[in-house]
């Protein structure tokens, strides 16, 4: 099986330019999270959609940061205007969403994006 | 709000030599806890999980973890490490309430291994 496919793996782009992250969720999947990583701050949540809804964005550091979910398997994280701060990895988790406690999330390689 | 400690931010280790990497966790009730490594470049691998049940949990590459309640802790070992353990390796938690989703990450543990 196809784990969780990200794309691009790196992007370097510079200050003010809109930045769009994607995400394939694994197949059956009904649950999906984008995080963010930086040494500060460590993992942080950003968004989740469940049933390609979101459920809690409340970790979406401000308005410049929006995502969608159109379909079962696609998601996409936007960034206008991307700023040096922005800098980090970006990762996409899917699971089950079944609401239960032996829900698993399964990463993907993530998305290094740098902006200069 | 839950809360994960992992007090070691970098351990070295020799290879062969046995390994605990050390994780507290904040929660009211009995948490879901997990283990997740990271090489460096890549994404996060569930390393093993723990929901209820024998506490001693076997994970996979030859890890294993303790659930401690009265201890707060999930501590992950391995007998005799491999240069290929290499990484950064994070406790996780989530609460056990009915539709709960959150998952909260420790900081990190980075383990370096001397051939």
């Known amino acids: 099986d196809a784990g969780v496919i990200q794309s691009p793996r790196h992007e370097v782009t510079e200050m003010g330019q809109e930045v769009t992250l994607r995400c394939k969720p694994i197949?059956?999947?009904?649950?999906l999270f984008w995080y963010r990583q930086t040494m500060m701050r460590g993992l942080e949540l950003l968004i989740y959609?469940?049933?390609?809804?979101?459920?809690?964005d409340s970790g979406m550091p401000e308005d410049r940061f929006s995502a969608k979910m159109p379909n079962a398997s696609f998601s996409t994280l936007k960034i206008q205007p991307s700023e040096p701060r922005d800098s980090a990895v970006y990762f996409c988790?899917?699971?089950?969403?079944?609401?239960?406690?032996?829900?698993?999330?399964?990463f993907g390689p993530g998305t290094r994006l740098t902006v200069l | 709000a839950q809360s994960v400690t992992q007090p070691d931010i970098h351990i070295t280790v020799s290879e062969g030599a046995s390994l605990e990497l050390r994780c507290n966790y904040s929660y009211g009730a009995t948490p879901y806890l997990f283990w997740y490594v990271q090489s460096p470049g890549q994404g996060l691998q569930l390393l093993l999980k723990?929901?209820?049940?024998?506490?001693l949990v076997q994970g996979i590459k030859g890890f294993e973890a303790e659930f401690k309640r009265s201890q707060s802790s999930f501590n992950l070992r391995k007998p005799s490490v491999h240069w290929s353990d290499a990484a950064e390796y994070f406790c996780?938690?989530?609460?056990?309430?009915?539709?709960?989703?959150?998952?909260?990450f420790g900081k990190g543990t980075k383990l370096s291994v001397i051939p």
């Open positions: 197949s059956g999947h009904n649950s």
């Open positions: 996780a938690v989530r609460n056990s309430g009915a539709g709960s989703y959150q998952l909260t």
């Open positions: 959609f469940n049933n390609n809804v979101p459920i809690d």
């Open positions: 723990y929901f209820s049940g024998d506490t």
């Open positions: 988790a899917s699971s089950l969403g079944q609401f239960i406690g032996t829900d698993t999330q399964y």
